[in-house]
């Protein structure tokens, strides 16, 4: 894990500096506050800070012997490989299920199969996901959502 964390740092550093890069470019202000390059280059300071201290903190972790495992296997690779079938079906079911449906059955799905959660945590979780996103984009933000034959 140290050599993952030093290489992951290296490059998630040397995004961030292209990132910061090119937000330079950009305006950093407007005539009424921010422009746009201040986020990207803030953002990206920010991205460089946190793969400095990863760096920083893998070279001080000590080196631990490669007995372990690198790749899952196992009930967690069965784990895993349920969670991304469910994320492939879920995106090949969005136009015909609708969002609300989609997202509320792959909530239950990723809680009940995935997680192995109660079956009413798992209903309960679901429906309050859907109605909150339905809340969120569809009532306070106007966005329409992907919707099915039946209008939701």
């Known amino acids: 894990m140290r050599r993952a964390d030093q290489v992951t740092g290296i490059i998630v550093l ?3 500096s292209v990132l910061m890069e090119g937000s330079r470019r950009l305006p950093p ?4 506050g921010p422009g746009a390059g201040f986020l990207p280059f803030w953002l990206g300071a920010l991205l460089a800070l946190l793969s400095i201290l990863l760096i920083v903190n893998a070279f001080r972790r000590p080196v631990v012997s490669a007995t372990k495992r690198i790749f899952p296997s196992g009930r967690v690779l069965l784990t895993l490989g349920a969670a991304i079938a469910g994320l492939a079906v879920y995106i090949l079911t969005l136009e015909i299920l609708g969002f609300l449906v989609g997202t509320g059955l792959l909530t239950a799905f990723l809680l009940g199969f995935v ?11 679901a429906v309050l996901n859907a109605a909150g996103l339905y809340l969120v984009f569809q009532v306070l933000l106007g966005v329409n ?4 034959r ?3």
């Open 29 to 32: 202000s407007a005539t009424f």
């Open 115 to 125: 997680g192995r959660e109660k079956w009413y945590t798992t209903i309960l979780v």
């Open 14 to 16: 040397i995004f961030s």
């Open 145 to 148: 959502l992907p919707a099915n």
């Open 150 to 152: 039946f209008g939701f």
